[in-house]
């Protein structure tokens, strides 16, 4: 099995639609249905979304203008007051949903909890004046760094609740991204726990706070909130840290949710692009909420008796939005794993739907391709007829995974939602809705009514059919990022001008590249830039070459993905050593450690390999074209002669 190729993604012709049964079941039921939507939506965005606003959300005050845009930056239903953790929960305490399950919790070890949107709320508004005890205000920062346990969803609505923006950053992160993070937040507390389980072991992630706090590491942060879950030996500094559950017991359970103004900041989320350091998101308050309530409705097709299962961790996009905001703001019934599929018990994912009966479930391509290898046993043996929507996400999915999805998982009833979305556009943008949309496998299908999707060329202009080119978003949506955190020239020159505006039309640039075929289908191929994708998880070469050259041993470093089996993209670095030191395997093994020292496990390189020199241009840059030929053990492809020096090429090919 591999990656999509554009040959095998030209040669994908079969289509599968929705049975009839599900169709008339469905929110959206045709693909006329879908037409009808959509073409109402292009033809008078604002008046669609403020249609949706009012129907569908809970409002402390309405808004006098749905859209104000000032390109690049836009404002969604200014002067609305709204609350994005009402909106989650006490909104459903006045309808029998008061006594339903809102977030079901299965955890690694094989404990469990339920707890029903009563009991949520009431934790909810608990932690939250343990924050305000603590002295956060609204505006303030609030850092979390979280195992997959139901108190990350709590703090995250507790900081919402009271209007502090939280920050979350993903468990796997090091000590040193988890300081970055914060330092640029300027966060005034963080939460955690002792430890998170991931298959099988214990990750120390108080003592990662502990590293990335030592030496006044991260200014501002006053306070330390420790869940206690793994419950090995810690240090507590006293002062500075807590345990949550001697706080939490005996506050309050009383917390009115503060009126927000549509866009005041809900959270900043760190993601990796092309250039420096990671860039923090920014989402606001009214128009995530809305375009994340809305899109799952629909792509996701909800019903209130659904128990939904979305397999990604809090601490990305995915999580947030469609763990977390999406599914509580429909009175859902969210389902958190903090599991993942392991040799050890390879078929836990398949054992936790059978004892919830799941109904929807999210992953993304590369769980599937390591679900693929463990076999189909697994599946087999257990009872999977719950299920009746399965989505993908993360990466371009390739027809023999979505074919063995739909086939083993789904019993080929199941609808695949594949969603092509960012942690910038907030929630999906292209996806199908399963009981109007037919399928094709490695498609994510048509753009979701209000969003204006194209494939252009550098210029901007429209590329023909089948021609690949850039995907772009020609109008704003209510989901989008508003800024990079700090920093609004950055948001402005990734996003915006990348391909320049044209009589003052702007044009979003995704990063990625696509096309679409003679149906209008969208095909996403995958990033364009120096971005890639390590088991859905997005890293920029260039932070892994910093923290390689970070390393004394390093002179230079050069980093690309190779294509991978099961992770889609993994990361393989060429370096150059200082003068007088040698290459040898233990120093290979000291640099990858040193790289998942400075950023994470996520960013392990699967192999570096030393080299006297890079192949560079006459002017100095790296022909990374050729190092990815090299990588994947191709034949370097194309033109190569403005190297500066072919012999490097040919002493790196020896190397091979
Ligand atoms: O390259 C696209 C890929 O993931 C990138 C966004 O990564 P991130 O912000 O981490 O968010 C991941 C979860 C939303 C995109 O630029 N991507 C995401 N979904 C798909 C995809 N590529 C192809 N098909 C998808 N369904």
Redesign the pocket.
Do not use: K, L
């Given at each position: 099995m591999s990656q999509p190729t554009i040959e095998s993604i030209l040669q994908e012709k079969r289509v599968f639609s929705p049975s009839s049964e599900f169709s008339q079941a469905a929110h959206i039921k045709s693909l006329q249905e879908y037409q009808q939507v959509y073409d109402r939506a292009k033809a008078d965005p604002e008046k669609f979304w403020e249609e949706l606003a009012a129907s569908e959300l809970h409002w402390f005050q309405k808004w006098d203008k749905v859209l104000d845009w000032q390109p690049p930056f836009a404002q969604w239903f200014v002067g609305g007051k709204i609350n994005i953790s009402y909106n989650c929960l006490d909104r459903h305490l006045t309808t029998w949903r008061r006594n339903k399950a809102a977030l079901i919790w299965e955890g690694e070890p094989g404990d469990s909890r339920t707890l029903t949107y009563a009991q949520l709320h009431r934790e909810v508004c608990q932690f939250a004046n343990v924050l305000k005890q603590l002295g956060v205000k609204k505006g303030d920062r609030v850092g979390l760094y979280m195992p997959m346990i139901p108190e990350a969803a709590i703090a995250m609505l507790a900081c919402a609740r009271i209007g502090a923006p939280h920050t979350v950053i993903f468990g796997g992160f090091s000590a040193e991204a988890l300081k970055d993070r914060l330092v640029d937040a300027e966060a005034k507390l963080v939460v955690t726990a002792d430890g998170g389980w991931r298959k099988d072991k214990i990750v120390p992630l108080k003592e990662q706070v502990d590293k990335a706090l030592a030496n006044n590491g991260a200014p501002t942060v006053e306070n330390v909130l420790v869940v206690k879950r793994t419950a090995q030996e810690i240090t507590m500094e006293p002062g500075r840290d807590h345990w949550w559950h001697d706080l939490q017991a005996g506050v309050s359970g009383d917390c009115p949710a503060e009126p927000m103004d549509s866009e005041d900041m809900l959270f900043i989320l760190y993601?990796s692009g092309t250039t420096g350091k990671p860039k923090g998101v920014v989402h606001t308050t009214a128009g995530y909420n809305l375009y994340t309530h809305m899109t799952l409705k629909w792509a996701f097709d909800l019903k209130d008796t659904d128990v939904y299962w979305c397999t990604?961790d809090v601490g990305?996009?995915?999580g947030h939005s469609y763990i977390v905001y999406g599914p509580l703001s429909n009175g859902a019934t969210t389902l958190m794993y903090e599991g993942a599929p392991r040799p050890s018990n390879p078929g836990c994912l398949w054992d936790v739907v059978e004892k919830y009966g799941v109904n929807i479930f999210y992953t993304a391509p590369t769980a599937i391709r390591a679900l693929i290898k463990m076999g189909e046993e697994h599946p087999n043996a257990r009872d999977l007829s719950s299920l009746r929507i399965l989505g993908?996400?993360?990466?371009?999915?390739n027809p023999e995974a979505w074919i063995w999805y739909h086939r083993i998982i789904g019993g080929e009833r199941c609808p695949i939602v594949?969603?092509?979305?960012?942690?910038?556009?907030g929630g999906f943008m292209?996806t199908p809705l399963p009981g109007a949309t037919p399928t094709k496998p490695g498609s994510?299908t048509f753009p979701f009514p209000g969003i204006i999707a194209d494939i252009v060329d550098l210029e901007g202009n429209p590329v023909e059919d089948n021609q690949g080119g850039y995907l772009v978003v020609k109008h704003p949506w209510p989901g989008m990022m508003r800024t990079v955190y700090g920093n609004p020239e950055r948001f402005r020159r990734t996003y915006w001008e990348h391909i320049p505006p044209k009589d003052g039309k702007y044009l979003y640039f995704?990063?990625?590249g696509a096309r679409k075929d003679e149906d209008g289908y969208f095909w996403?191929?995958?990033?364009v830039d120096d971005?890639i994708?390590v088991s859905?998880?997005?890293l920029g070469t260039m932070e892994v070459e910093s923290a390689l050259v970070s390393h004394p041993a390093v002179a230079e470093a050069a980093v690309v993905g190779k294509p991978d089996e099961v992770k889609g993209e993994d990361v393989f670095a060429f370096v150059t050593l200082e003068g007088s030191i040698d290459a040898s395997e233990e120093l290979e093994k000291e640099l990858k450690k040193h790289v998942v020292g400075e950023i994470g496990a996520i960013a392990r390189p699967g192999e570096i390999r030393f080299t006297d020199a890079l192949p560079k241009t006459r002017s100095g840059k790296i022909m990374r074209r050729l190092l990815r030929n090299l990588a994947a053990g191709e034949e370097v492809a194309g033109d190569t002669s403005t190297l500066e020096d072919r012999s490097v090429l040919d002493k790196l090919r020896g190397g091979a």
């Open positions: 993601t990604a990305w996009i995915t993908t996400v993360g990466e371009p999915i594949d969603t092509w979305w960012q942690t910038e556009t292209i994510a995704a990063g990625d996403v191929m995958g990033r971005v994708n859905g998880h997005r």
